[in-house]
């Protein structure tokens, strides 16, 4: 038998729930990614949501292989701090890139009295 066999009911049930938590995250995330109109409304859907989904699939491992294995395992958490630290900078990063671009664009046309209400 499997691992998932013999875990007991009071590790199951929080490992379910962050499961659908984390699942149910990651979708809203998507679903504000299709639609919202342009990239800088876009972006923060996907950003803001990736921490949360991400850090509830890695609680969850937590609790199942911690229990299934009889021993703390705590690999997660490596994962979770390189997470919460790269994507919020790489959204940010994103955003610098396309206003960047955007600016660009717009001198070449020759709109430049336009950039100082960004």
Not at 18 to 35: D, N, P, Y
Not at 97 to 104: F, G, I, P, T
Request: net charge positive; charged share 15%; proline share 4%.
């Amino acid at each position: 038998m499997s691992a998932l066999h013999t875990l007991p009911w009071w590790a199951a049930l929080p490992v379910a729930l962050l499961l659908v938590a984390g699942g149910l995250v990651a979708l809203i995330g998507t679903l504000g990614l299709f639609r919202l109109e342009n990239f800088y409304q876009r972006i923060h859907g996907p950003a803001i949501t990736v921490t949360l989904g991400a850090g509830c699939i890695l609680v969850a491992s937590m609790i199942h292989f911690s229990v299934a294995e009889s021993r703390p395992v705590l690999h997660e958490l490596l994962i979770g701090a390189f997470v919460l630290m790269t994507a919020p900078v790489v959204s940010m990063l994103l955003m610098r890139a396309a206003v960047y671009r955007d600016l660009r664009a717009r001198r070449a046309v020759g709109q430049d009295e336009d950039i100082g209400r960004l």
